[in-house]
Antibody, heavy 121, light 109 residues
Framework: QVQLVESGGGVVQSGKSLRLSCAAS????????LHWVRQAPGKGLEWVAF????????YFADSVKGRFTVSRDNSKNTMYLQMTSVRAEDTAFYYC??????????????WGTGTPVTVSS | EIVLTQLPGTLSLSPGERATLSCRAS???????LAWYQQKHGQAPRLLVY???SRATDIPDRFSGSGSGTDFTLTISRLEPEDFAVYYC??????????FGQGTKVEIK
């Protein structure tokens, strides 16, 4: 079945780096754009990043712009979120989600189960 | 950036009752590009409605979306026990950024 599985979360020191992965299965990965969405403890959903199906278009929330990068390897059905210079406010559950389209942000029709990131001081 | 405000913050209702959730945008959402998601405790969000009024695959018809411009509504006609959850609206008409509302919690009265 259609599935997204995140990995790579954990405890990271403030100012350090962490890379999250999102492995997809059950659909033609290279036809869909993808997102990262996060949720701080007890808070709502915050969109983080978007990458188009071919990887040529990327968008970021202002809160992570210049610190996070997003990439994908369509041959491995995997998307990545490289987090650098992490801050306490980056502590959250990170979800990857499939966009319904391929080239511009829309809504998210498939979600992974998420991976937790905790930034420690 | 479009700010989405969801009201009320918490809705206390009994099973079988009707739930009406509001999502108001700070400016008009282009082409009614608004989605609704349901999130149960400890789970990932699930898409319910897109394009303001189109139900997603396998979503029961007791869920319905409506609205345009700046005012949108999610209605649950008769609450089932499994419907008690947090609901988020999200706009994708004026991006980036994508934005979510802060959520409405539907709790058992």
């Amino acid at each position: 079945q259609v599935q997204l599985v995140e990995s790579g979360g954990g405890v990271v020191q403030s100012g350090k780096s962490l890379r999250l992965s999102c492995a997809a299965s059950g659909f033609t990965f290279g036809r869909f754009a993808l997102h990262w969405v996060r949720q701080a403890p007890g808070k709502g959903l915050e969109w983080v990043a978007f990458i188009s199906s071919d990887g040529n278009t990327e968008y970021f929330a202002d809160s992570v712009k210049g610190r996070f990068t997003v990439s994908r390897d369509n041959s491995k059905n995997t998307m990545y979120l490289q987090m650098t210079s992490v801050r306490a406010e980056d502590t959250a559950f990170y979800y990857c989600a499939r966009d319904r389209g391929h080239d511009a942000p829309h809504f998210m029709d498939v979600w992974g189960t998420g991976t937790p990131v905790t930034v420690s001081s | 950036e479009i700010v989405l405000t969801q009201l009320p913050g918490t809705l206390s209702l009994s099973p079988g009752e009707r739930a009406t959730l509001s999502c108001r945008a700070s400016q008009s959402v282009r082409s009614s590009y608004l989605a609704w998601y349901q999130q149960k405790h400890g789970q990932a969000p699930r898409l319910l409605v897109y394009g303001a009024s189109s139900r997603a695959t396998d979503i029961p018809d007791r869920f319905s979306g409506s609205g345009s411009g700046t005012d949108f509504t999610l209605t649950i006609s008769r609450l089932e026990p499994e419907d008690f959850a947090v609901y988020y609206c999200q706009q994708y008409g004026n991006t980036p950024p994508l934005t979510f509302g802060q959520g409405t919690k539907v709790e058992i009265k």
